[in-house]
């Protein structure tokens, strides 16, 4: 909320890495570069979360007999879930934004429609289960 403040500027002239320029004509050259380490930080650690989190999720889905048990075999880290991770994050490296958004969408709707199409399935092979909520069908 300080950069349109402070600049008296509109929505239109702002774009990429322009909150640095803000910390520049607000507090300095020194400002500028403190910005622009938090955000490299940040930005490293988060995707240091992600990776971490997807790698286990390979390694918890393995443990569960739903992947190849490769991706269960670990010394400290799950190394071969990181690996197929960081070979995800590659890919997506050469895409432009608008592509990796695209790309998740339409990831996004065959999610939706597997799970639609269980729903489905259960529906009719277990139709007996109880279940605390009705749907027509």
């Known amino acids: 909320m300080a950069g349109p403040g402070a600049l008296?500027?509109?929505?239109?002239?702002w774009s990429?890495?322009?909150?640095?320029?803000?910390g520049m004509l607000v507090g300095g050259f020194?400002?500028?570069?403190?910005?622009?380490?938090?955000?490299?930080?940040?930005?490293?650690?988060?995707f240091e979360a992600e990776m971490s989190s997807d790698a286990f999720q390979l390694l918890g889905m393995s443990e569960m007999g739903m992947?190849?048990?490769?991706?269960?075999?670990?010394?400290?880290?799950?190394?071969?879930?990181?690996l197929c991770s960081a070979t995800g994050v590659i890919f997506l490296s050469w895409?432009?934004?608008?592509?990796?958004?695209?790309?998740?969408?339409?990831?996004y709707s065959i999610g939706m429609l597997l799970e639609f199409a269980a729903f489905i399935k259960l529906r009719?092979?277990?139709?007996?289960?109880?279940?605390?909520?009705?749907?027509p069908l």
Not at 95 to 107: A, C
């Open 8 to 13: 008296d500027t509109g929505a239109t002239e």
């Open 16 to 22: 990429d890495s322009y909150f640095a320029e803000v």
């Open 30 to 46: 020194w400002l500028k570069r403190w910005i622009q380490a938090a955000v490299a930080m940040s930005n490293l650690w988060l």
């Open 67 to 82: 992947l190849p048990v490769i991706f269960a075999l670990r010394s400290k880290y799950p190394t071969i879930s990181i």
């Open 95 to 107: 895409m432009s934004f608008q592509e990796i958004i695209e790309f998740f969408n339409f990831l």
């Open 124 to 135: 009719i092979k277990r139709p007996e289960l109880h279940r605390p909520y009705k749907v």
